[in-house]
């Protein structure tokens, strides 16, 4: 393994196509060598100018681009459940198949989900792009979109991170691709075209478009990111009823659940809270979902969560959220006037580590962002008016709006970075610019007119049972 520092610049069949090449991404590469010779990349994206990342997230990045796909302790699965083709990665240093990669990909892949319980632990997800007739739809690149402008953002929504990752095209067809679509034919529809649509390409690239796409510009490898979703799925209380069909339909669901109706409320916070639960709980399933108590606190997260993921999916154009998302159980509790936290090992009360009261609240997880950045998407955030009809939201994240798009008009060095960063086309940039234009100027018109109210701050209301709205210049100064 060896690291590099990548600068883009690839070439599609001798000509320099610099950022319009998908595979023109920017960062700090780790290579490999596959067992073909061919030499394989996975990229830290350069950071997005402004952005806020943790020590935990540069971990994360560093250890998804020091996973060998060949080493002897890995082994890798077709993941045949869920709609969409993927690839898990395994560490099986241990366990009844450690060190035995031909024996695990050979048995255990066979047993679906249950393949990691042979496993030590499960090192990563690689997604590539699927949007092939008969296909749900994917853009591995939107996860690196998600994860970058979630820092930018500093959002509480929980993102998670990602790396850009090549694989040589025929090792994932011998070991993954076919493999995926033998065991899918038993699976879901979705799942068994996705991987039958792969099998094609890896064998004739040109019969997938856009071949930039899914392959490098050498057609030797195809590439995607590395991530890892944790959490658990939200019932209707979060993701809606969706009894309304897909498109258009479930979205409007997702605007009847709790967190949605307490921010289209023009009430004081606590009241917001109110209201949204009680109108909420009008519907049987959401009721039953919800349980007989939920905590103000929890709805305060929600709000602030559910504003966030709107205005993401808003910017990205994102046609696949209502119904994939998630949440991860923590504790909360006050201790000398100071809110702390820690991620709960139970759904319910009774972790014994945690002092006696300590409030469990599920935090959002926005783990499935793989529908988003192409310009061929619906985008369901703006066709059913989601943005217009927030009434609450933070002010932090207004002000970081008005300057991203003050950036990227002006081509600015955040409009530099989505350039040549990320491999996207010039309409792929264009669009993200246009929709943050469109969403600025959808939240100032509603600060203009006094409608929007900037008090989605949860850890104020779990200290103190309430929140002061801040006052935010519309103009983001």
């Not at 090449?21 to 990349?41: H, K, L, Y």
């Not at 390409?201 to 490098?216: I, Q, V």
């Not at 639960?277 to 399933?285: C, V």
């Not at 989601?386 to 970081?400: A, I, Q």
Request: glycine share 10%.
């Amino acid at each position: 393994m060896k690291t590099i520092a990548f600068l883009g610049g690839a070439f599609l069949f001798g000509s320099a196509v610099g950022a319009l090449a998908s595979d023109a991404v920017r960062g700090t590469a780790q290579t490999f060598t596959s067992p073909n010779g061919i030499t394989e990349r996975c990229v830290q994206i350069a950071q997005i100018p402004g952005g806020d990342y943790s020590k935990g997230d540069l971990e994360d990045e560093a250890a998804y681009c020091a996973i060998d796909l060949y080493g002897p302790d890995v082994a890798l699965c077709p993941k045949t459940w869920s709609t969409s083709p993927g690839m898990m990665i395994y560490d099986i240093s241990e366990g009844p198949y450690a060190g035995d990669r031909a024996r695990f990909q050979r048995n255990a892949c066979a047993e679906g989900k249950a393949a990691k319980d042979l496993a030590k632990d499960d090192l990563a997800k690689f997604k590539v792009t699927m949007n092939a007739e008969g296909t749900s739809g994917t853009f591995s690149t939107s996860s690196l979109l998600y994860y970058h402008f979630s820092r930018y953002f500093d959002m509480a929504v929980k993102v998670p991170v990602a790396v850009w990752r090549a694989m040589d095209a025929a090792e994932h067809g011998a070991e993954v691709a076919r493999p995926g679509l033998s065991l899918s034919g038993k699976t879901g529809r979705m799942n068994h075209e996705g991987w039958r649509h792969l099998v094609e390409a890896e064998k004739n690239p040109a019969s997938y478009s856009p071949t930039d796409h899914m392959f490098t510009a050498d057609r030797e490898q195809i590439y995607g990111v590395l991530l890892s979703s944790p959490g658990h799925r939200y019932g209707s209380e979060v993701n809606g009823t969706r009894e309304s069909g897909w498109g258009k339909g479930q979205n409007y669901d997702f605007q009847e659940t709790p967190g949605f109706l307490a921010l289209r409320s023009s009430l004081p916070l606590d009241q917001a809270i109110a209201h949204g639960l009680k109108e909420a709980r009008k519907d049987g399933q959401i009721n039953r979902d919800l349980g007989p108590d939920v905590p103000a606190q929890q709805m305060a997260w929600w709000m602030r969560e559910i504003s966030e993921i709107v205005l993401l999916d808003y910017i990205f154009s994102q046609q696949d959220r209502i119904g994939n998302i998630d949440f991860t159980p923590y504790y909360y509790w006050i201790e000398d006037g100071k809110l702390k936290h820690k991620k709960a090992k139970h759904h319910e009360p009774g972790d014994g580590d945690v002092p006696e009261g300590a409030l469990l609240l599920k935090r959002t997880n926005l783990n499935d962002n793989d529908a988003g950045g192409l310009v061929r998407y619906a985008n369901f955030a703006k066709s059913t008016e989601m943005l217009e009809k927030l009434r609450h939201f933070d002010g932090g994240v207004y002000r970081r709006l008005v300057a991203l798009d003050t950036d990227l008009q002006a081509q600015g060095p955040i409009y530099g970075w989505l350039e040549s960063s990320l491999g996207l086309t010039d309409r792929e940039v264009s669009q993200v610019v246009k929709n943050t234009r469109l969403a600025t100027g959808i939240l100032q018109e509603s600060c203009q007119r006094g409608e929007l109210i900037f008090d989605l701050d949860p850890a104020q209301f779990l200290l103190t049972g309430a929140v002061t709205p801040e006052k935010v210049a519309c103009d983001g100064g």
